[in-house]
């Protein structure tokens, strides 16, 4: 099965946006980690690696995968899900720790009684 798709110049598409969300150059490099010379690279580039794309699409909540993906299953949104799975685990183990620990203190208060009884 062959799938075309229109080209699009990724870079042109990156400066179109960065242009509309109100960063400076300086500051969207700083937020996606690199130097303002690379900036004015990039919006120079017909093609940018996927993980920068995802990066640059973070930092100006922007999804240019959109009309390759299905967007239903968003990536932003799937990582956000497992963000919150993972904060419910943290508090369900440290839970479970709080009641191993009053477990251990109450199984060590019963092996002193039992000491003392002797």
């Known amino acids: 099965m062959w799938i075309f798709v229109h080209m699009v110049h990724v870079g042109k598409k990156v400066k179109e946006v960065f242009d509309k969300s109100g960063f400076t150059v300086v500051e969207f490099a700083r937020r996606i ?4 010379e ?10 940018l690696d996927v993980i920068l794309l ?11 995968f959109e009309g390759f993906i299905d967007t239903r299953h968003s990536p932003y949104q799937e990582i956000e899900e497992l963000k919150e799975k993972l904060e419910v685990k943290d508090r369900e183990i440290e839970y479970l720790r709080k009641i191993n620990e009053l477990q251990e203190k109450r199984d060590m208060d019963d092996d002193d009684k039992d000491e003392g009884n002797e």
């Open 38 to 47: 690379n900036v004015y690279g990039i919006f120079k580039r017909k093609s």
């Open 33 to 36: 980690n690199t130097s303002r």
């Open 54 to 64: 995802y990066e640059i699409g973070k930092v100006l909540n922007y999804n240019f």
